[in-house]
């Protein structure tokens, strides 16, 4: 699989679970939704460009990861205060009884949205001759080797989040598609553990 195609699946589970609808929603279950919902406007807004269906525009893609890390970390984890789950919440219980694991998500999508506005300026992978599919995978040192990749096990990204070493510079080394498909997989991750799926 390569990062375009990655890039464009996440951004999909993202942009849809944010275009649900928030009716019945108050108090700090709607302000979570509207920062959902702000995270993913921002997915979709740059999605096209990851995709090559747009020009590719660094500024754009710079305040949509501002917008991401806005919306993450403890400014995430603030607005899930235990018995604020239920209907119309989307937030499972598991939240709360793996605390620990949501806080670090939520925080490693910080790091990643950080990342990920500083790689902007690096432009798209193909720009750049290309990065392997082998180097994304967990091929190269770069992501801390075969515990760490983020397509392997132990750590890494579909284990759910990304390897617990990298930095936002780590990120912001990246061509910018390839720290989109990061921040992304963040996203998912998160929602697969932490958000339930209408049934």
Not at 112 to 128: F, I, K, P, S
Not at 155 to 165: F, I
Request: charged share 20%.
């Amino acid at each position: 699989m390569n990062i375009r195609l990655t890039s464009i699946a996440l951004a999909s589970v993202i942009a849809g679970a944010a275009a649900l609808a928030h009716t019945g929603a108050t108090g700090v279950v709607l302000e979570r939704m509207e920062g959902m919902k702000a995270m993913g406007d921002a997915v979709q807004a740059v999605a096209p460009m990851m995709r090559g269906e747009r020009e590719y525009d660094a500024d754009a893609l710079r305040r949509a990861a501002e917008t991401i890390e806005a919306h993450s970390g403890n400014a995430m984890t603030d607005l899930f205060p235990e018995g604020s789950n239920g209907d119309p919440s989307e937030a499972r219980d598991r939240i709360w009884t793996d605390w620990d694991s949501f806080v670090s998500l939520a925080e490693q999508l910080e790091v990643a949205a950080r990342g990920l506005a500083t790689a902007a300026d690096n432009g798209l992978a193909h720009e750049q001759g290309g990065m392997s599919t082998g180097t994304m995978m967990g091929g190269s040192s770069m992501m801390g080797g075969p515990g760490n990749a983020m397509m392997g096990s132990g750590n890494g990204m579909m284990g759910g989040g990304m390897p617990d070493a990298m930095t936002a510079e780590d990120i912001g080394a990246m061509p910018a598609d390839a720290a989109f498909a990061m921040t992304s997989q963040v996203c998912s991750a998160c929602h697969t553990r932490f958000r339930a799926e209408d049934e």
